[in-house]
């Protein structure tokens, strides 16, 4: 309940710039995603397909399914993996770092409230918008895609889709916010975090580069190992980010 006290009042204290900002962003990245799958049917992006191994695809696709396929399972989870990554860090770098600026650190330490209660407390409304965005933005590209494929061979959702938005997003999420947060106890302002944290973004790229190549193929047994190992480092940065405020900022 602590925790949650701490949520809300960081949702009251929010700056202005971050409420327009947490707004837009998602809008950008779903737009984006959701044209990779409404123009996979087109002639142009089948024939501009990488060159990909038929076992990796459904026995009985037609070369137009194949296309979808390829950008359903293919090009669009890891944009969602990055987008669950960078939703929630500009929330998490003003966590501490706002604190500071705001000169309300001070009060907020001397609370009686565990330091472990006080980091979780920290991170659950960052994580709140980046798993509630990835999620409507989930809803909204499958929407999308019934509507733009009716009679297409090929599902949506599917199992890597299952366990790409309820277990790898959450675990993604997680992370890059606590992360954040363990920045955001070492600068004095929320632009110093913001500009460290958005180096967390970068190893999503190689998934995405992976993903729009051809090369990697994001199946459920890789997301659900990706998953599971994220969710231990992310146990482990919450005892290095409470053991953190123990010790004092």
Known sequence: MRALAVAK???RELPGYFKISIVILPIVLTFVVGMFIFIAGSEDATADMPQ????????GLSDIDKSIYFA?????PPFFLMLSTILPVTIAADAFAGERERKTLEALLALPMRSRDLFFGKSLLPFAYGFGASLA???VITVIFHLRYPDTAVSMPNATWLVLIFLAIPAFCLLAILMELIISTRVDRTYYA???GSLIVLPMLVLVVGGVSGILVVGPVLLLALAGGVFLLDYVLLQIGADSLSRGL
Do not use: R
């Open 52 to 59: 990909i191994p038929e076992t990796v695809f459904p026995p």
């Open 9 to 11: 009042k960081d949702l």
């Open 194 to 196: 913001v500009q460290m």
């Open 137 to 139: 933005s989930f809803i």
């Open 72 to 76: 359903v399972n293919f090009m669009a």
